[in-house]
């Protein structure tokens, strides 16, 4: 198993920290990285792929946040459970969504249709 990225240079593309990050953890969420593989350091992964190391720095801690990775210290970057993680954070957001609609008095019909919408929005 090996880290496939690759950096579109199109104008129209997402920022390069973005597309390491979404394929880091679209790689890592689809099993092509298994828990507990190592990723590359920083420097080597920015030298690879021709990016300041800043940029891949920045994608590394967005992905750390997610729980998509875990650093290790002088050990290194590993992949971390994404799936568990992911689960677990996207339950807490929804507790705090349910817990915000109904503070302002939405109906449980309201809110569903409210988070069907914003979901639907974030999938286009």
């Excluded at 199109?10 to 099993?31: C, K, L, T």
């Amino acid at each position: 198993m090996t880290l496939k990225i690759r950096i579109a240079d199109s104008a129209d593309s997402a920022a390069p920290y973005e597309q390491v990050r979404a394929q880091i953890s679209e790689q890592a969420r689809g099993g092509a990285l298994p828990v507990g593989y190592k990723l590359p350091t920083v420097r080597g992964l920015a030298e690879e792929l021709g990016l300041a190391a800043n940029t891949v720095a920045k994608a590394y801690r967005a992905l750390e946040a997610d729980g998509v990775i875990e650093t290790r210290g002088r050990n290194g970057t590993f992949v971390a459970s994404a799936r568990d993680a992911a689960s677990r954070e996207a339950a807490a957001a929804a507790r705090v969504f349910a817990e915000r609609v109904r503070r302002l008095g939405l109906s449980e019909e309201a809110a569903l249709a409210a988070a069907r919408e914003a979901v639907r929005a974030a999938y286009l």
